[in-house]
């Protein structure tokens, strides 16, 4: 793959590290690069055709997300992955998400009201098509708006930054593993039930339907993959 070279910089475009970082994650998230695989960056250089100091700059941010391991005098290696890991993921966003969820329902004006019921409708109204990847590329895109629009409001950049660290991660999860599942659990009433609780600031109640979302979502792909994945390393 060819990055394409940008002239000078200017505001709302990425620099060639940052097209390079998006390249990088699009195939981690998505299985092209294998968890576990080892990443040369000769090879990579010379197949994105790119210089190796953005190549460099983009791995760098992808090990600060966590997708990408360093390791002295072994280089780099795409994140592996595990049933532990997912689950260790997801009693992080357990804390994390319905703490930052009461934040924004606390901060949050009419205007992140009325764009969390926009992302919501429009979660609603894409579908979600087995078998067609622009179809699960659209509804993974509007569901990860509408949780980060739940949330956005908090008032914490660093939580922020965790949150996506961690919503990329489990990602990984459902991109490998999903691709084939031909029936694939209906959350049209419990994203509608979680905005509404949401809107109408019923903070307690919002948080706890957050949360039984994330416990299902992740038991559910949990169930489809505990048998390839190994639980923890001895």
């Known amino acids: ?21 998006a390249q990088l994650r699009h195939d981690i998230l998505h299985g092209v690069l294998a968890p576990g695989s080892k990443l040369n960056l000769d090879k990579l250089r010379a197949s994105m055709d790119v210089g190796l100091s953005p190549l460099r700059e983009a791995v760098t941010r992808l090990v600060t997300e966590g997708l990408i391991e360093a390791e002295a005098q072994r280089g780099y290696t795409v994140t592996p992955i595990s049933v532990a890991n997912l689950d260790e993921v997801c009693a992080l966003r357990l804390e994390l998400e319905p703490y930052a969820l009461r934040k924004s329902i606390e901060k949050g004006g009419l205007d992140w009201e009325a764009a969390v019921m926009g992302a919501l409708y429009r979660l609603n109204k894409t579908d979600r098509i087995p078998g067609d990847p622009l179809s699960l590329a659209n509804w993974e895109a509007a569901n990860n708006a509408f949780h980060f629009t739940l949330i956005e409001r908090c008032g914490m950049p660093l939580l922020i930054k965790m949150y996506k660290s961690l919503v990329s991660m489990n990602d990984r999860y459902r991109h490998i593993y999903l691709k084939a599942v031909a029936v694939q659990r209906d959350v049209i ?46």
């Open 1 to 21: 793959m060819t990055i394409p070279v940008l002239g000078p910089k200017s505001a709302g475009k990425p620099t060639i590290a940052g097209q390079i970082e």
């Open 189 to 234: 009433d419990e994203h509608t039930a979680i905005a509404h609780a949401a809107v109408e600031r019923r903070p307690d109640d919002a948080a706890a339907l957050l949360a039984k979302h994330i416990e299902r979502s992740t038991n559910n792909l949990r169930r489809l993959i505990s048998a390839d994945l190994p639980a923890a390393p001895l």
